[in-house]
Structures are given as structure tokens and as C-alpha cells.
């Protein structure tokens, strides 16, 4: 279980309204962490935070809402603002998800800038403004959420799979800059996981024995703190992204797209 006295008292969940990012604010808020659930909906939102304090909190955890659009352009501001009057020990960023393929090309350019400015953009500011202060206070954590779409650029998945290899290259770095400063920084790359907007777009089911459970995932990001700076969602999954890294990249960026058309039954 989380440390709260090491990463709280308050933890910001960045997509937070399902999947992923509810099963770990569940779980930080019930080893005694507040949470600031952070997502579009806020009917969503209060939803979560009734359930969570009726089922999930320790004695004394609170729930905090910010229903905010993380891929606009003053997104980070907006939420350091909401969260100005908290000690955030930790930021658990698991926005920006790509649940439908289709080709680069075929997008428009609003909907790929858009997931750039919230895989990159602001990603980025969060672990600036929030690291910053996490480092002061001499603690903290900071998990972001990746994908084995990092390890290759993928078919369908275009903009996904290069943002989520710059959040990855971002927390090494993160990682090596803040050892010994007492804030630990990780990636987790996750499979394909049964969260409930890849299973209404998605051609394989829950009961797929590929597809990973998102409470597991959540659990196994969180216990990944302090043993970064990436790291697959599983054992499993950690052992494999090591090996495909000696692929011919050729082979690799083949291997992968065939893996994302075959995951939305497409081809592109």
C-alpha cells in the first residue's frame, strides 16, 4: 500500500473520471492520501467522490473535484491554481488516452494538437510546477502513465505513441535529475488494459487474457515508486519492452502497428 506519510497528504489524479486514474485515487484514498480527482465531466466527478468517500477513504481522507479540459492551452495553470492551498506529495498523470484508430492524416489537426498539449504540454507544467514543490518540501512522488505504444511509433495511434514516448524519455530524466532529493519519479508503460473507453471502441473484450485489469494497474504504478524510471505495468510487461528494444526497429514499428490494427479491428 501506498505511503501516505511519504506521498501525501494530498495526491492529484490527472484523469481521474474511470479506468486507471479511478482505481488509483480509490486506492491512495483508502491508504488515508486526499485526492484531487482532475477530469472533463464534473457529474462524473461528484459521482466518484461520493463513492469513494461512502466506500474506498480512510478516516480523515477528503475528495476534492476539478473538472478541467487537461488539453487546453492553460490547463496546468488552471489546476496549480485549484490546488495552490494543498501539500501535494504526490501527481498520478494518466490523461490522454487515444481509444479510436485512425491515420495521422485523417485526423483533424485540432483533435492531434490537442493530444500533444495534454500528453506534452501539459504533462510538462504539471512536473514542473508540482515537482518544484515537491523538492522543496524534501518529498514526493510523481507517476506518470505511459504505454508500450512508447516503445515504437504505431500504425493508427500516430500522435499517441510519440507523446507517450516523450512523457517516458521525460521522467528518465526527471528521475536521474531528482535522485537523492527525496521525490521519485516513474513511468509506467502500460498494456492493453480494460478501461472502460478502450472496451466501447476496442475489438478485444475484459475476459481477453491479454488485457490487464485497470485496479492491478493502478496498484502495480503505484507500488512502482521508487523503483523507476520506466517500468512496464507487470513484471510480464517489463521483461517484454526490455527485449523488444533489440529488435531491428524496422521489425519492431511493423510488429507494433500490426498489434494496434488488430486492437481496433482496423487497417491503415
Same mark, same amino acid.
Given at each position: 500500500?501506498?505511503?501516505?506519510?511519504?506521498?501525501?497528504?494530498?495526491?492529484?489524479?490527472?484523469?481521474?473520471?474511470?479506468?486507471?486514474?479511478?482505481?488509483?485515487?480509490?486506492?491512495?484514498? #483508502?491508504?488515508? $492520501?486526499?485526492? *484531487?480527482?482532475?477530469?472533463?465531466?464534473?457529474?462524473?466527478?461528484?459521482?466518484?467522490?461520493?463513492?469513494?468517500? #461512502?466506500?474506498?477513504?480512510?478516516?480523515?481522507?477528503?475528495?476534492? $473535484?476539478?473538472?478541467?479540459?487537461?488539453?487546453?492551452?492553460?490547463?496546468?495553470?488552471?489546476?496549480?491554481?485549484?490546488?495552490?492551498?494543498?501539500?501535494?506529495?504526490?501527481?498520478?498523470?494518466?490523461?490522454?488516452?487515444?481509444?479510436?484508430?485512425?491515420?495521422?492524416?485523417?485526423?483533424?489537426?485540432?483533435?492531434?494538437?490537442?493530444?500533444?498539449? $495534454?500528453?506534452?504540454?501539459?504533462?510538462?507544467?504539471?512536473?514542473?510546477?508540482?515537482?518544484?514543490?515537491?523538492?522543496?518540501?524534501?518529498?514526493?512522488?510523481?507517476?506518470?502513465?505511459?504505454?508500450? #505504444? #512508447?516503445?515504437?511509433?504505431?500504425?493508427?495511434?500516430?500522435?499517441?505513441? &510519440?507523446?507517450?514516448?516523450?512523457?517516458?524519455?521525460?521522467?528518465?530524466?526527471?528521475?536521474?535529475?531528482?535522485?537523492?532529493?527525496?521525490?521519485?519519479?516513474?513511468?509506467?508503460?502500460?498494456?492493453?488494459?480494460?478501461?472502460?473507453?478502450?472496451?466501447?471502441?476496442?475489438?478485444?473484450?475484459?475476459?481477453?487474457?491479454?488485457?490487464?485489469?485497470? &485496479?492491478?494497474?493502478?496498484?502495480?504504478?503505484?507500488?512502482?515508486?521508487?523503483?523507476?524510471?520506466?517500468?512496464?505495468?507487470?513484471?510480464?510487461?517489463?521483461?517484454?519492452?526490455?527485449?523488444?528494444?533489440? *529488435?531491428?526497429?524496422?521489425?519492431?514499428?511493423?510488429?507494433?502497428?500490426?498489434?494496434?490494427?488488430?486492437?481496433?479491428?482496423?487497417?491503415?
Amino acid at each position: 500500500m501506498i505511503d501516505a506519510s511519504r506521498y501525501g497528504p494530498w495526491a492529484v489524479i490527472a484523469g481521474a473520471s474511470e479506468g486507471i486514474g479511478e482505481h488509483a485515487a480509490r486506492q491512495l484514498a #483508502a491508504a488515508g $492520501c486526499s485526492v *484531487v480527482l482532475v477530469s472533463r465531466r464534473p457529474e462524473v466527478l461528484d459521482a466518484l467522490r461520493t463513492s469513494i468517500l #461512502a466506500d474506498d477513504a480512510a478516516p480523515g481522507a477528503e475528495v476534492r $473535484c476539478v473538472a478541467l479540459d487537461l488539453a487546453t492551452d492553460d490547463a496546468a495553470d488552471r489546476l496549480c491554481a485549484e490546488v495552490a492551498d494543498l501539500d501535494v506529495g504526490l501527481l498520478f498523470y494518466n490523461a490522454g488516452a487515444d481509444v479510436r484508430g485512425q491515420v495521422f492524416l485523417d485526423r483533424d489537426a485540432d483533435e492531434v494538437l490537442g493530444m500533444v498539449r $495534454c500528453n506534452v504540454v501539459t504533462a510538462t507544467a504539471l512536473c514542473h510546477a508540482l515537482g518544484r514543490r515537491m523538492r522543496d518540501r524534501g518529498r514526493g512522488g510523481v507517476v506518470v502513465m505511459s504505454s508500450g #505504444a #512508447a516503445i515504437a511509433g504505431a500504425a493508427l495511434i500516430a500522435t499517441y505513441s &510519440a507523446t507517450k514516448a516523450y512523457q517516458q524519455i521525460l521522467c528518465e530524466a526527471l528521475w536521474a535529475e531528482l535522485d537523492g532529493t527525496g521525490v521519485d519519479v516513474v513511468c509506467v508503460l502500460a498494456g492493453t488494459t480494460a478501461t472502460p473507453a478502450f472496451l466501447r471502441t476496442a475489438v478485444l473484450t475484459a475476459d481477453d487474457p491479454s488485457v490487464m485489469d485497470p &485496479a492491478v494497474v493502478a496498484a502495480n504504478a503505484l507500488a512502482a515508486l521508487g523503483h523507476g524510471p520506466a517500468v512496464g505495468a507487470s513484471d510480464e510487461l517489463t521483461q517484454m519492452f526490455a527485449g523488444l528494444y533489440t *529488435v531491428p526497429r524496422t521489425m519492431l514499428i511493423e510488429g507494433v502497428s500490426a498489434g494496434t490494427r488488430a486492437n481496433f479491428g482496423l487497417d491503415g
